[in-house]
């Protein structure tokens, strides 16, 4: 059995970094805040590929901190989008808007989605139990009467841990790989709860991969199908996918680790809804572009109703959505999520009064949090 350790720098989504921590770690400081134009301000102007390229060969260069990323900016003025680096050292091709990564805990905001138009067509409620979702053939674990709903998996308040302690992957390269439903079954049927249901926010990556495969399991379906039916074909991502095509699969970045170095791609086939889907910059901001009312989508409701605080998290001094991690600035609102695998980083985000929204994709395992702060903040100073 691996150790707590161990298994926590396997979780998808490796950190959720307060942005305030994340431009602290560069030793910027309190004059970023003064000195910085925020989008939708006075006297902010849009970002531009020029100033997008600088930070990014900071980030790669400098700081070599990937082999290769890609920038999305839109907003009412349009997209902007700007790839630096290589697919690997022995690939010397620039990344693009249509370059493939793995998106890991970004999955998460798509299963949430997911779920909020399922509540708003009234087919199920945030109220519902997961035990009605699963059957008899697994004991889904309850506290002092209570049962865990979805919401509370949406919400990471299930009380149930990061991951389970039966995750004991065969292939570290590959962690999820091996992790079956038997697997699963077994660890909610044997797990008692350390604390109340809805007590507090304790992320959750097993409790995303159960709620994908409640989900999936209530439609008769897989993950991926229902993601496809219900997000993916109505927003027209068709670069957007679990299992890839040839074509998808011939516009992959490969991974690196934190050393940049190759690594293999996970594989997530039980716990899919919480890190599975891989997809580009350019799909990515076709989503954005829903979420912020610059194109028309009919999940427009649900994605309101997805971004709506349903909890606080006294340790981050963030609101909880459902998937989105709502943090406040001053006077503005950054609605967004990251993720991680082994070997990529990414980052997808919105302040909704600015209409402006920014994804970073990289094709390595470090964190592109600061990047996104910096775009968002206009601190081109590094």
């Given at each position: 059995m691996l150790g707590s350790s161990i298994r926590r720098a396997f979780a998808i989504g490796v950190g959720i970094v307060l942005?305030?921590?994340?431009?602290?770690?560069?030793?910027?400081?309190?004059e970023v805040e003064s000195d910085a134009q925020p989008p939708g301000e006075s006297g902010a102007e849009p970002l531009t590929g020029p100033q997008i390229q600088n930070v990014l060969a900071e980030f790669v260069e400098e700081d070599r901190q990937s082999v290769g990323v890609v920038v999305g900016v839109t907003s009412a003025d349009g997209r902007v989008v700007v790839g630096y680096g290589h697919l690997s050292a022995?690939?010397?091709?620039?990344?693009?808007?249509?370059?493939?990564?793995?998106?890991?805990?970004?999955?998460?905001?798509?299963?949430?989605?997911?779920?909020?138009d399922l509540v708003l067509q009234e087919e199920l409620g945030l109220d519902a139990p997961v035990q009605s979702l699963l059957g008899d053939n697994v004991r889904v674990p309850s506290r002092n009467g209570a049962e865990i709903t979805l919401g509370?998996?949406?919400?990471?308040?299930?009380?149930?841990p990061r991951l389970p302690d039966n995750f004991d992957p065969e292939d570290p390269a590959n962690p999820y790989a091996d992790y079956a439903v038997e697997d699963l079954y077994e660890f909610l049927s044997s797990h008692r709860l350390d604390r109340d249901i809805g007590a507090t926010v304790e992320y959750s990556n097993?409790?995303?991969?159960?709620?994908?495969?409640?989900l999936a399991l209530r439609d008769g379906t897989d993950f991926e199908t229902l993601m496809v039916e219900r997000i993916l074909k109505p927003l027209q991502m068709s670069d957007t996918a679990i299992e890839l095509t040839p074509d998808l699969r011939d516009r992959m970045a490969?991974?690196?680790?934190?050393?940049?170095?190759?690594?293999?791609?996970?594989?997530?086939?039980?716990?899919?809804?919480?890190?599975?889907?891989?997809?580009?910059?350019?799909?990515?901001?076709?989503?954005?572009?829903?979420?912020?009312?610059?194109?028309?989508?009919?999940?427009?409701q649900a994605m309101e109703f997805a971004r709506v605080p349903q909890q606080r998290d006294p340790a981050l001094g963030m609101d909880i959505g459902l998937g989105w991690i709502i943090a406040s600035e001053g006077d503005r609102e950054f609605v967004w999520h990251?993720?991680?695998?082994?070997?990529?980083?990414?980052?997808?985000?919105f302040d909704a009064n600015a209409s402006e929204g920014i994804v970073i994709l990289s094709n390595s395992q470090q964190s592109v949090d600061n990047l996104a702060y910096r775009l968002f903040t206009r601190n081109f100073e590094g």
């Amino acid at each position: 059995m691996l150790g707590s350790s161990i298994r926590r720098a396997f979780a998808i989504g490796v950190g959720i970094v307060l942005w305030c921590a994340a431009c602290a770690s560069t030793g910027t400081s309190n004059e970023v805040e003064s000195d910085a134009q925020p989008p939708g301000e006075s006297g902010a102007e849009p970002l531009t590929g020029p100033q997008i390229q600088n930070v990014l060969a900071e980030f790669v260069e400098e700081d070599r901190q990937s082999v290769g990323v890609v920038v999305g900016v839109t907003s009412a003025d349009g997209r902007v989008v700007v790839g630096y680096g290589h697919l690997s050292a022995n690939d010397p091709t620039q990344p693009d808007g249509d370059t493939v990564f793995e998106i890991g805990s970004i999955t998460k905001v798509f299963t949430s989605t997911l779920l909020a138009d399922l509540v708003l067509q009234e087919e199920l409620g945030l109220d519902a139990p997961v035990q009605s979702l699963l059957g008899d053939n697994v004991r889904v674990p309850s506290r002092n009467g209570a049962e865990i709903t979805l919401g509370h998996l949406a919400t990471h308040t299930s009380g149930l841990p990061r991951l389970p302690d039966n995750f004991d992957p065969e292939d570290p390269a590959n962690p999820y790989a091996d992790y079956a439903v038997e697997d699963l079954y077994e660890f909610l049927s044997s797990h008692r709860l350390d604390r109340d249901i809805g007590a507090t926010v304790e992320y959750s990556n097993l409790g995303y991969g159960l709620l994908g495969h409640a989900l999936a399991l209530r439609d008769g379906t897989d993950f991926e199908t229902l993601m496809v039916e219900r997000i993916l074909k109505p927003l027209q991502m068709s670069d957007t996918a679990i299992e890839l095509t040839p074509d998808l699969r011939d516009r992959m970045a490969p991974g690196h680790d934190m050393w940049l170095r190759p690594t293999a791609n996970w594989d997530l086939p039980v716990l899919s809804g919480a890190g599975a889907l891989r997809s580009t910059v350019n799909d990515l901001l076709t989503f954005l572009e829903a979420n912020l009312g610059l194109s028309e989508s009919p999940l427009r409701q649900a994605m309101e109703f997805a971004r709506v605080p349903q909890q606080r998290d006294p340790a981050l001094g963030m609101d909880i959505g459902l998937g989105w991690i709502i943090a406040s600035e001053g006077d503005r609102e950054f609605v967004w999520h990251n993720g991680a695998t082994g070997g990529y980083a990414s980052f997808i985000g919105f302040d909704a009064n600015a209409s402006e929204g920014i994804v970073i994709l990289s094709n390595s395992q470090q964190s592109v949090d600061n990047l996104a702060y910096r775009l968002f903040t206009r601190n081109f100073e590094g």
